[in-house]
């Protein structure tokens, strides 16, 4: 699950595309992981390799309605891109099971990674595993730890007692002790895997130099003899692949997914213990899963009787915060057309206006149209001043041309001064440059100001950092020796080689100051190399032409 974390982290930096084709479904890593075929390595041990946080290779796929790779572009450091030429070919042979849209099988984009680790630090010393009897007491334990984010945080027991024990922490679906039984045989299987893995060997720690990241940590017990090993990112200091693997292999057993996500089986392990769907922890559960897009889950809660009207939350006990107390039903399923659509059968906040406005909103900055599009004709009010600078912030099209529709004011500001064109050249929810340099050629189609300034005088241009972008302000006249309340123009602002060059082609000042005396070229040095080399040959360009 932490691999996810920074999967995600690092392909939308890479900013990785194919075009703009958004007829062409887009999956994110996520859901890639839920539907890949094994064998599927994601992490490649690698010699000259040290761990850490710059050996991610991000990809994006291409993958056919019958779930082949027909393309693939990689994104990475230089030092990380030298391997590609070599693992290319192994994750040309990924299968998935096919993507879907509507129910029928689609061709699909989709992000995925490879990270490359130190290699391997096998045991050297081989520690006899317990003989595993067919009356041998078995107890597996695995245990994650919170993060500094959202990691989920739970402990999951299995044991020959036939009982799967989940304990939820923070930041999952259920919260607080939750069981289900299961079979004596298949803990026995699990517990021959660790056995097979050599577990026993296995040195007690594996801890990478590094803060804030979970700890999970794995145990098992045959007859009373317990081996535990600690995982703290250890994959960056050669732990052996075996044992993330079989962290994995506990979750999948105990199905964690239903109880940490809400997916699918938790209602009915609920029903199970007895459980009393007609409370505010049954709301707030159900509310989760709708976070999560666990569509199915949610329907079998409404089924189950989940009160639809925002109920009271309990005092909470000392240090306890209750999540989704003041979230509206609408608001937490907004990222997700198909649970929404649910919803809204279920008659779900038909008269909360500020539950469909807030799910408007949080469904445009995430550029949901589908959602954006069932909101609006549920009742959400789509011309609200900020929501155009939300589908701008998006980086999505299709969203900002689905809010224009309704002729929103286009110069509404924030508490910053910026306009929605300011947001669109941010981009901040996508790294798609292409898309982005679209939304800012769809708002100054629509009339909007290239000129505007925010409360410290920059103009859009001076947000610019991607050469798509800055050329559809060029294009619709924008200035690039506009000076902001520092006394800098927009080539002191940029950090892109690239855009540096069309600043420069497109007339930039390389003689002008800011208010602290500081020239362009002192500016651009203290960005590196890459930016002083760029001015370099823009300003040798400029001179021989």
């Known amino acids: 699950m932490l691999r996810s974390v920074f999967a995600a982290t690092g392909l939308i930096c890479a900013g990785l595309v194919f075009g703009t084709d958004e007829k062409m479904p887009s999956f994110s890593y996520e859901v890639a992981r839920a539907h890949a075929i094994k064998p599927h390595r994601r992490n490649i041990p690698q010699e000259s390799i040290e761990g850490g946080f710059n050996n991610t290779l991000s990809l994006s796929l291409m993958v056919s309605a019958k779930g082949d790779v027909t393309d693939v572009q990689a994104s990475g450091a230089p030092e990380v891109m030298r391997f590609w030429p070599e693992l290319e070919g192994e994750v040309r042979r990924w299968k998935f099971v096919p993507f879907e849209r509507d129910g029928k099988p689609v061709a699909a984009k989709v992000q995925e990674y490879l990270e490359l680790d130190t290699p391997e630090r096998l045991p050297k010393v081989h520690v ?38 989940f304990d939820g922490g923070y930041s999952v679906v259920a919260e607080g002790k939750h069981s289900d039984h299961v079979a004596v045989s298949d803990v026995r299987k699990l517990a021959e895997r660790f056995v097979a893995a050599d577990f026993y060997s296995m040195d007690r720690g594996y801890a990478a130099m590094v803060t804030d990241l979970p700890t999970v940590t794995l145990s098992i017990s045959i007859d009373g003899q317990t081996k535990q090993v600690s995982d703290y990112m250890g994959q960056w200091v050669g732990m052996p692949a075996v044992i993330h693997d079989l962290e994995d292999e506990v979750d999948a057993f105990a199905r964690s997914e239903r109880w940490v996500r809400g997916g699918d089986g938790l209602v009915a392990a609920l029903k199970a213990e007895n459980f009393d769907f007609k409370t505010f922890e049954a709301q707030t559960m159900a509310k989760l899963a709708a976070v999560n897009g666990e569509t199915a889950t949610v329907k079998q809660f409404l089924r189950a009787g989940v009160p639809l009207k925002a109920m009271p939350s309990p005092k909470p006990e000392s240090g306890h915060e209750y999540l989704m107390a003041d979230e509206g039903w609408l608001t937490a399923a907004s990222q997700h057309a198909d649970t929404l659509r649910v919803l809204m059968e279920a008659g779900v906040s038909r008269t909360d206006q500020a539950d ?27 011309h609200s001043g900020a929501l155009l600078r939300d589908a701008a912030s998006s980086g999505r099209p299709n969203m900002v041309r689905e809010i224009l529709r309704y002729h929103p004011q286009l110069e509404v500001t924030d508490s910053e001064g910026k306009t929605a064109l300011f947001a669109a050249v941010a981009g901040l929810m996508t790294g798609d440059e292409v898309a982005r340099g679209e939304c800012v050629h769809l708002l100054i189609q629509a009339g909007a100001n290239v000129s505007a300034r925010d409360s410290e005088g920059n103009t859009p241009l001076h947000g610019a950092n991607e050469v798509e972008v800055a050329e559809e302000l060029l294009k619709a006249g924008a200035d690039v020796n506009a000076r902001n309340k520092n006394g800098e123009t927009p080539i002191f602002r940029t950090f892109n080689d690239r855009v540096v060059l069309l600043y420069v082609r497109h007339g930039a000042d390389l003689s002008a100051r800011n208010l602290v005396g500081r020239t362009v070229p002192e500016a651009v040095a203290l960005k590196g190399a890459a930016m002083t080399e760029a001015l370099r040959k823009a300003m040798a360009e400029k001179k021989n032409n």
């Open 128 to 165: 006899p595993a317990p003989v595993l009897r067919a009356d041998s007491t078995v107890i597996i334990v695995l245990e994650r730890t919170r993060c500094y984010g959202s990691c989920p945080a739970y402990v999951v027991a299995v044991g020959t007692d036939g009982l799967i024990i």
């Open 356 to 382: 469909k406005d807030s799910a408007l909103g949080r469904a445009v900055r995430m550029g949901s149209a589908k959602s954006a599009q069932a909101l609006i004709a549920y009742g959400a009010n789509p």
